[in-house]
């Protein structure tokens, strides 16, 4: 079995759970450790993966929780890095009644993350880099890192995965920034998934289906567009194909994309790289629905980490 690196922050979800509350009025918090290449590590890891996630967290309370909640899993910390000058950074959320979220981002110790600390991985023991998280194209050491980060992978020939994770709270002011620089990602990439929104937003396309045909014409990547219960698009060898969604009574859909890019990731983990690039169509599409089915388990349970400690590859039986 081939190592996985993801890079990107480690953060604690406070969670309202005064429904209908804004942050300034809710009185009850529900902790749970969260960021989506952290996510995405330990679904891998829940599969029985090998996967090194590589992030800094505050050296506190709450950094030493993100790293015993991702070691449970079997995720190894070697690269959550801890620093005591910042905090473990905090997203704070709260679902209103109108259906938007008020969402606070108090962001810290993962925004540190420098070129100089990253310089310390070797390329060379991972057959795949998942750069995960929006967040590493927010302005700060960690925008630098993720960067250089993609240089090396290139240079050293290792497989690489995108996941943009657009988060319209954090970038509102400033959404072409996260256009322009997911681009330089997607256009060297060798995998990337993508929600059917993100691909609307990253092509300008009004509908999916325009959307698909861009990033076709664009990238050399093989994609997945996920669309939800209908399950999700694959690109490759200049056509679209459908893969059939998994059907469930969703109780909560908080990574269900992590899920199923950590299933798709933690398949192609077990082939060499060289392999990885001659599957068929046919291969692609199994591993895509398997990826439906890990994203379809994790919305029957409460909360992404939760959720995770239900998967294993048994489910691609």
Known sequence: MNKILCI????????CTDRGQ??????????KAGGAPANVAAAIAAFGGSVDLAAKVGDDPFGKH?????????????????DPRYFTTFAFVSLMDNGERDFYFNRGADGQ??????????????SIFHFGSATGFLEGPLQSAYKALLLRALDNKVFISFDPNYRHLLFRDNTKSFV????????VCD?????????????????????????????????????????????????IEEVSGITVKPIDTTGAGDAFTGAVL??????????IRSLSNTQWKEILFNGNKAGAR????????????????????
């Open 22 to 31: 804004a942050l300034s009025d809710g009185q009850h918090f529900l902790k």
């Open 266 to 275: 933690y398949q192609l983990s077990q082939y060499d790289n060289d392999k």
């Open 298 to 317: 994790t919305c029957e349970f409460m909360g992404a980490m939760e959720a995770f400690k239900h998967l294993s590859n048994n489910i691609f039986k």
């Open 180 to 187: 322009d620089q997911s681009w330089d990602f997607l256009k």
């Open 66 to 82: 993100l790293s015993d909640v991702l070691q449970s899993f079997g995720v190894s910390t070697k690269w959550v890095l801890k």
């Open 113 to 126: 993350l420098s070129v100089d600390e990253i310089e310390a991985i070797d390329p060379g023991g991972y």
């Open 191 to 239: 995998f990337f998934k993508v929600s059917d929104e993100e691909s609307m937003l990253l092509t300008g396309a009004t509908n999916v289906k325009d959307a698909a045909a861009a990033l076709l014409a664009k990238t050399k990547a093989i994609f997945a567009i996920t669309v939800g219960k209908e399950g999700a698009l694959l690109g490759m060898n200049n056509r």
């Open 8 to 15: 990107g922050e480690a953060l604690i979800d406070m969670i």
